[in-house]
């Protein structure tokens, strides 16, 4: 489930209003601090290109399986975003 979220998250980064509601949810769940790591992946990203997005992809499939692996009561509500989420990107930019 990690790196399903990790691919949608940075997969929503070309799209403000997608990536917004995603931030602020996960934001919610994990906290400021990651919400705040979600801005600077979304510039990473939109500076560095396809390299970089493959670069924050990893970066936060781990740091998702650490939260999962401290935290496994919040894998149900993540795994809902990564679904919610993955089907408005899918919607949105087919």
């Known amino acids: 489930m990690a790196w399903d ?4 998250i940075v997969g ?4 403000e ?3 917004g509601w995603l931030s602020h949810e996960i934001g919610n769940l994990l906290g ?10 979304r510039d990473h990203v939109r500076r560095g290109g396809r390299d970089r ?6 970066r936060w499939r781990v ?8 935290r ?12 919610i989420a993955a089907g408005l ?3 949105r930019h087919p």
């Open 17 to 19: 209003e997608l990536f």
């Open 89 to 91: 990107l899918r919607a």
């Open 63 to 70: 740091r998702l399986e650490d939260t999962l692996r401290e």
């Open 72 to 83: 496994p009561e919040v894998a149900e509500e993540l795994r809902s975003l990564t679904t």
């Open 53 to 58: 997005a493959l670069v924050e992809s990893g």
């Open 12 to 15: 929503a980064v070309h799209d």
């Open 32 to 41: 400021p601090a990651a919400e705040d790591a979600l801005r600077e992946t």
């Open 5 to 8: 979220t990790a691919r949608v």
